[in-house]
């Protein structure tokens, strides 16, 4: 290997570093389509499919489920890291983003086909204050309850798991 290149070790020998940062600026790519085409659908002034169901009244409004929801995100942005950056086989990390890529573009078919969506969220005013109800409302200004079925949250965490 040229003494003049970086690398970084892996299980299976060696990779360029030059591939991590290829990795990075693919996933960013596919990253910014997604949202792109998720801000514009959830923009669009369709009507939609309200879905509910009798359980849906039955789930008591708790501030602190918030905690696992922001985990989420956390988690998945995590487990893109360990795959572009410590995993040391690309192979992972590519199949990984090809079964987010494929999850998500089906959810976004799905959603332009079927817009569908939820009111479960409840009134803010009455719940006082507090840090998890001030993240919450954040939530609210920033994620429609629209396009719920399918959940990209669910389909990513699972993808996130069956790939670790």
């Excluded at 591939?19 to 959830?42: G, P, Q, R």
């Excluded at 994620?143 to 669910?154: A, E, L, R």
């Amino acid at each position: 290997m040229n003494s003049n290149r970086q690398a970084v070790a892996g299980k299976d020998g060696y990779f360029e570093l030059s591939e991590t940062i290829k990795a990075f600026v693919d996933h960013t790519c596919l990253w910014n389509f997604y949202m792109i085409s998720f801000m514009l659908m959830e923009q669009s002034d369709v009507k939609i499919h309200m879905i509910h169901s009798l359980a849906d009244d039955k789930i008591p409004f708790c501030p602190y489920f918030i905690i696992p929801y922001v985990l989420w995100y956390f988690f998945l942005i995590g487990t893109v890291i360990y795959f572009a950056v410590f995993c040391p086989s690309k192979k992972e990390y590519y199949q990984y983003l090809g079964t987010l890529g494929v999850g998500m573009t089906l959810f976004l078919l799905i959603s332009y086909v079927y817009p569908n969506g939820q009111h479960l969220r409840p009134d803010l005013g009455s719940t006082g204050g507090g840090v998890f109800i001030s993240v919450i409302r954040f939530l609210y200004k920033i994620d429609t309850p629209t396009n719920i079925f399918p959940s990209m949250h669910v389909f990513n965490a699972t993808a996130s798991c069956i790939a670790l």
